[in-house]
């Protein structure tokens, strides 16, 4: 078997215009990834520049999640109504300029601003890498994604040791400039592969009432999350709960006009792997907030020192990447998500042993590779699974509700993480390797509900269109 063919000859190689797409979407989703790592280590050393307490830092974070959480609910409209390759060239530019006014910003507060800027177009530039693949790969997704996403795997091996090499020897604000060389080269290509957007494009009206419950009702849940250890935030999440279930019953009422037919979610095809989606984002994200606050304030590691071991987890993820397509054949959807979330799992309670005894350099390098490689091996299958009953013209709707159940999944891991480490740690300063068992037992925990949900999955995709 060679290694651009499927089995049963040349009749199934995979067409350029297939690769031309993923060359772009993967510059797009390699410029947000290495953006969010490079941020999430660099957290405490931005707070520290611009004399803000953490409380106040965090919401560089969490900012930009609020405003992504707002905008996921309108691409698959604005795909219909504009285009794929225009929304995509105006979300890449704005992306890239909004990285410029967080490098420019002048206090805490600019900058908070500047990255609720760049949320906004995050989330509407995130869900697109997915749709645009699934959209012209057919059967071969899996190995389209298995190759496209490598590159985007270089931001979490990258992004930890640039932040240290920039922190090291130049100011923060260079930690969002060096975003403007890669927008610069994915905008021009983007222009250059993508094919035309229809000359027509469908002018599906828009659901008002759906945006005006669902975006203001995401974005009050995340917050209610990242603030669930004051008093507003259980009111901030009962009302985004009330806002969401407002949103079902008007999405169950007009399926065809609303923003997010919610029908989806009882088909267990679907169901399932957007279930999966949640806690495979939810384990990533809290995996890079426990980890570097345990290398750095609990073992007392510098930023450079941390980023050069938390490089390994991307190391992992690629080398479980590059032979996605091989593993999905012989393997299958289910076994394969599943096996991974174990291994991952398996890796995490190492960290689990070392917080509780002795660190080891040796085994938290180990066991950062084998949990990237154990995460690689959830998110294609399912994603994959998700897609694969899903008619082509209904893609839009169905990426947008799919990473609107997988973002989510971040802000919620982060917080029940976050919530363990300050029970745990009064005190930053005063950190202990030991005051981080309950947030790696919280991470274990998070693991497990993933595994359960892979084991849902199904044993193999098969396609609509499959003969």
């Known amino acids: 078997m060679s290694g651009t063919r499927e089995p049963g000859g040349a009749g199934n190689r995979i067409p350029a215009s297939v690769w031309k797409v993923a ?3 993967s510059i797009g989703s390699f410029m947000a990834q290495m953006d969010s790592t490079l941020v999430n280590v660099s957290l405490s050393a931005i707070g520290h520049a611009l004399h803000s307490p953490v409380a106040t830092t965090q919401w560089i974070m969490s900012g930009y999640l609020l405003a992504m959480a707002l905008m996921l609910p309108l691409n698959g409209w604005l795909v219909d109504r504009v285009g794929a390759k225009r929304l995509y060239l105006f979300a890449f530019t704005a992306f890239t300029l909004a990285s410029v006014l967080c490098g420019a910003a002048q206090n805490m507060g600019e900058l908070i601003g500047a990255r609720i ?40 091996i990258l992004g930890p040791v640039l932040a240290g090499a920039v922190l090291a020897r130049a100011a923060w604000p260079w930690l969002f400039l060096i975003n403007v060389p890669v927008g610069i080269l994915g905008v021009a290509l983007a ?11 469908q002018r599906r009206r828009f659901d008002f009432a759906g945006f005006a419950l669902i975006s203001p009702g995401l974005a009050m849940l995340v917050y209610g999350f990242q603030s669930a250890m004051h008093a507003e935030g259980a009111g901030f999440l009962l009302a985004g709960a009330a806002l969401l279930a407002g949103f079902v019953w008007h999405s169950l009422r007009r399926p065809t006009t609303a923003l997010i037919d919610v ?35 609990g073992c007392g590691l510098s930023a450079a020192h941390a980023g050069w071991l938390l490089a390994a987890t991307g190391a992992g ?15 299958g959807c ?22 509780g005894h002795a660190f080891s350099t040796s085994l938290a390098l180990a066991s950062l590779f084998i949990a990237g490689a154990g995460q690689g091996t959830i998110s294609i299958p399912s994603i994959s699974a998700a897609y694969a009953r899903i008619p082509k013209a209904r893609l839009p709707v169905a ?19 976050s919530i363990a480490v300050s029970l745990a740690v009064p005190s930053s300063s005063a950190a202990e390797p030991r005051q981080f ?31």
């Open 23 to 25: 060359i772009v979407v």
């Open 263 to 297: 029908r989806l979610f009882a088909n267990r095809t679907f169901a399932v792997p957007a279930i999966t989606q949640f806690f495979a984002n939810g384990i990533m994200y809290g995996r890079q907030l426990a980890v570097p606050l345990y290398l750095i304030a």
């Open 317 to 331: 993820m690629m080398a479980s990447f590059a032979c996605m397509g091989f593993l999905t054949e012989r393997l």
């Open 191 to 201: 222009a250059r592969l993508l094919a035309p957007d229809a000359a027509r494009p």
């Open 117 to 156: 800027v760049q949320g906004l177009v995050a989330g509407l530039l995130a869900p697109m890498a997915q749709m645009m693949i699934g959209r012209v790969a057919g059967k071969n997704m899996e190995r389209v994604m298995g190759y496209a996403t490598l590159p985007i795997l270089l931001g979490p």
């Open 399 to 417: 990426n947008t509700a799919l990473n609107i159940a997988q973002r989510i999944g971040g802000p919620v891991a982060t917080t029940l993480i």
């Open 334 to 355: 289910r076994a394969l998500a599943a096996g991974g979330a174990l291994l991952a799992l398996v890796a995490t309670l190492a960290f689990l042993w070392m917080s």
């Open 437 to 467: 068992l309950p947030a790696f037992a919280a991470l274990c925990g998070l693991h497990l509900l993933c595994f359960a949900a892979a084991m849902l999955l199904p044993a193999r995709v098969r396609r609509a269109n499959d003969g």
